[in-house]
């Protein structure tokens, strides 16, 4: 039998240390919200391939969908031949935008390209170059969104030096003793300081901070952005990652902000497991790019388009928007009661949108001091009960569940057990 033990040793021999593994194991088989290893243990997924399983381990939707475009053909690159999955696609994203006017969408890859070619596309239509994200923020690891990524270690220290022109602002948490004004007060030294607003192409915002913690921007700062891109002609892009797709209990979690961005970046759970990625934009924003300046070899690969196409009718029929939001009403639910109970450690700053839900692991009950430490700890006594669960966060405290819409009410509690257990003093 092959063991993780023997795999791991293969690894540390044959992989960079630079691709960092959270689990000790090796995936041998997966359905829906379980994954058995190679030696036969099963776990409950609570981390869905980092937010990219919505709707679960092989969906038998999507996978009889890429199944039947399997038998059909797998690649033409649409710059050469292009096919009718890919213009579908586009369509029923352009429908589902999350602003008004017409919308045309390109289709890529991964997120760092979504992200990338947002700004690309905010540069040709504004003839401007500088790009403003926020401190936490998680956009790629690619040469530009590694610039715009607001987090130093692991993801910048070392490949320097950063792509120019890129600003950062600090995310409104108000734990973390960061208010909204604070936030755009920070823009207008910003502005003063570095560059002038008319240099501005974009704001890049996630809607709700993936890597950076499951914050969610406050509505009142959403609108704030909105109104200054307005004033100045900057373009705002949210960056929709790992924030969309149901996780929030709408299709983008924009939605909860009451504005409109003017492009989206998205990928992961679009896929349900297969690499596709796509600029869902304002047509006059969209259009201002010469032919050839976007794609790529395998962007809007037809076995990602026809995944894509079955994931976005499986949250459909499944009432995928609804059932995050039950699920996260129960994850909150139980985990108050653990931040209740003298005989756990302690947790707090339970939150997020949707089942977009995270919560902090603390120094102590009450207060905001956070434990990177312990959520490390409370991860791998997690997976020795048979959970696969993710850690996050600036200081590395936030434990975010991710598990698929799909789950089961039993699988959910059985995994939520494991954690209770797992928080165990
Ligand atoms: C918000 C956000 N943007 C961009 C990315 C980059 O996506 P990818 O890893 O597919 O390049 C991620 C990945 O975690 C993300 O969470």
Same mark, same amino acid.
């Given at each position: 039998?092959?063991?993780?033990?023997? *795999? !791991?040793?293969?690894?540390? %021999? +044959?992989?960079?240390?630079? =691709?960092?593994? $959270?689990?000790?194991?090796?995936?041998?088989? /997966?359905?829906?919200?379980?994954?058995?290893?190679?030696?036969?243990?099963?776990?409950?997924?609570?981390?869905?391939?980092?937010?990219?399983?919505?709707?679960?381990?092989?969906?038998?939707?999507?996978?009889?969908?890429?199944?039947?475009?399997?038998?059909?053909?797998?690649?033409?690159?649409?710059?050469?031949?292009?096919?009718?999955?890919?213009?579908?696609?586009?369509?029923?994203?352009?429908?589902?935008?999350?602003?008004?006017?017409?919308?045309?969408?390109? *289709? !890529?890859?991964?997120?760092? %390209? +979504?992200?990338?070619?947002? =700004?690309?596309? $905010?540069?040709?239509?504004?003839?401007?170059? /500088?790009?403003?994200?926020?401190?936490?923020?998680?956009?790629?690891?690619?040469?530009?969104?590694?610039?715009?990524?607001?987090?130093?270690?692991?993801?910048?220290?070392?490949?320097?030096?950063?792509?120019?022109?890129?600003?950062?602002?600090?995310?409104?948490?108000?734990?973390?003793?960061?208010?909204?004004?604070?936030?755009?007060?920070?823009?207008?030294?910003?502005?003063?300081?570095?560059?002038?607003?008319?240099?501005?192409?974009?704001?890049?915002?996630?809607?709700?901070?993936?890597?950076?913690?499951?914050?969610?921007?406050?509505?009142?700062?959403?609108?704030?952005?909105?109104?200054?891109?307005?004033?100045?002609?900057?373009?705002?892009?949210?960056?929709?990652?790992?924030?969309?797709?149901?996780?929030?209990?709408?299709?983008?979690?924009?939605?909860?902000?009451?504005?409109?961005?003017?492009?989206?970046?998205?990928?992961?759970?679009?896929?349900?497991?297969?690499?596709?990625?796509?600029?869902?934009?304002?047509?006059?924003?969209?259009?201002?790019?010469?032919?050839?300046?976007?794609?790529?070899?395998?962007?809007?690969?037809?076995?990602?388009?026809?995944?894509?196409?079955?994931?976005?009718?499986?949250?459909?029929?499944?009432?995928?928007?609804?059932?995050?939001?039950?699920?996260?009403?129960?994850?909150?639910?139980?985990?108050?009661?653990?931040?209740?109970?003298?005989?756990?450690?302690?947790?707090?700053?339970?939150?997020?949108?949707?089942?977009?839900?995270?919560?902090?692991?603390?120094?102590?009950?009450?207060?905001?001091?956070?434990?990177?430490?312990?959520?490390?700890?409370?991860?791998?006594?997690?997976?020795?009960?048979?959970?696969?669960?993710?850690?996050?966060?600036?200081?590395?405290?936030?434990?975010?569940?991710?598990?698929?819409?799909?789950?089961?009410?039993?699988?959910?509690?059985?995994?939520?057990?494991?954690?209770?257990?797992?928080?165990?003093?």
């Amino acid at each position: 039998m092959m063991t993780n033990d023997a *795999l !791991l040793q293969r690894r540390v %021999e +044959a992989v960079p240390a630079g =691709v960092a593994t $959270a689990m000790p194991i090796f995936a041998d088989r /997966a359905e829906n919200s379980e994954l058995w290893d190679v030696e036969g243990r099963r776990y409950i997924d609570f981390a869905g391939g980092i937010a990219v399983l919505n709707t679960g381990h092989r969906h038998p939707k999507v996978i009889s969908a890429v199944e039947a475009q399997l038998q059909r053909f797998t690649h033409t690159a649409f710059q050469v031949v292009a096919y009718q999955p890919y213009v579908e696609l586009a369509e029923r994203l352009n429908a589902l935008a999350p602003f008004s006017g017409p919308a045309r969408t390109l *289709l !890529l890859t991964t997120g760092a %390209e +979504a992200t990338e070619n947002a =700004v690309k596309i $905010a540069r040709a239509a504004t003839g401007r170059s /500088a790009v403003i994200t926020f401190t936490g923020g998680f956009h790629g690891r690619t040469m530009l969104t590694m610039a715009m990524t607001g987090k130093v270690l692991p993801y910048k220290r070392s490949f320097g030096p950063m792509a120019a022109e890129v600003y950062h602002l600090p995310f409104p948490i108000a734990h973390y003793g960061v208010s909204v004004e604070d936030s755009l007060r920070a823009l207008n030294f910003l502005f003063a300081a570095d560059v002038a607003p008319a240099r501005v192409a974009a704001i890049a915002i996630e809607p709700v901070q993936g890597e950076g913690g499951f914050h969610m921007a406050p509505p009142e700062s959403m609108q704030a952005l909105r109104r200054i891109c307005d004033e100045h002609g900057i373009l705002l892009i949210a960056d929709e990652v790992q924030s969309g797709f149901a996780r929030t209990g709408k299709m983008y979690g924009v939605e909860h902000s009451g504005i409109e961005p003017d492009l989206v970046a998205i990928a992961k759970s679009l896929g349900g497991g297969f690499p596709i990625a796509a600029v869902t934009g304002k047509a006059a924003i969209m259009d201002q790019v010469d032919p050839g300046g976007l794609g790529g070899t395998y962007g809007g690969s037809p076995i990602g388009c026809a995944a894509a196409l079955a994931v976005l009718d499986v949250i459909e029929e499944e009432k995928l928007l609804e059932r995050a939001n039950t699920i996260g009403e129960g994850l909150k639910t139980r985990l108050n009661s653990f931040a209740a109970s003298n005989s756990l450690r302690p947790i707090g700053h339970i939150r997020g949108p949707g089942a977009m839900v995270a919560f902090d692991m603390l120094k102590e009950r009450g207060s905001d001091a956070p434990d990177g430490a312990a959520a490390k700890a409370l991860t791998i006594r997690a997976r020795e009960l048979g959970l696969i669960l993710l850690s996050c966060g600036i200081h590395g405290e936030t434990i975010r569940l991710l598990m698929p819409l799909t789950a089961s009410d039993a699988i959910i509690d059985e995994g939520m057990d494991m954690i209770e257990k797992a928080l165990a003093r």
